[in-house]
């Protein structure tokens, strides 16, 4: 059901409390280990692409959307071998696009 208007604010603030204390800061932590890594390595099991990178593309993919800002050149990079795969392609093709809005 939906939340009562008098309630929201409060739901807001405690949100936005876990944003800052928990949540971001550890985001933050694991965007940098994921931008290390790949700095280090084309794919994520060495230069060999593996179900791993498949399994790593989605949220890295919200990353670059959501916490574009977070996000350092070497996912971005990641994001884009991704994207250029010809599987990749195939699946949009045949599944059409889709959008990680804010």
């Known amino acids: 059901t939906p939340m009562p208007?008098?309630?929201?604010?409060?739901?807001?603030?405690?949100?936005d409390k876990a944003m800052?204390?928990?949540v971001g800061p550890q985001l933050?932590?694991?965007?940098?280990?994921?931008e290390r890594e790949l700095g280090a390595y084309q794919w994520f099991a060495s230069d060999r692409f593996t179900?791993?990178?498949?399994q790593m593309?989605?949220?890295?993919?919200?990353?670059?959307?959501?916490?574009?800002?977070?996000?350092g050149p070497n996912i971005r990079r990641f994001v884009e071998r991704i994207h250029s795969r010809p599987a990749y392609q195939r699946a949009l093709e045949a599944g059409g696009p889709f959008e990680l809005g804010r």
Do not use: K, M, N
């Open 57 to 71: 593309s989605f949220p890295l993919e919200a990353a670059v959307v959501r916490v574009a800002d977070r996000v």
């Open 28 to 34: 933050q932590t694991h965007l940098e280990y994921v």
């Open 5 to 15: 208007f008098f309630a929201r604010p409060i739901a807001r603030g405690i949100a």
């Open 51 to 54: 179900a791993a990178d498949i």
């Open 20 to 22: 800052q204390g928990f």
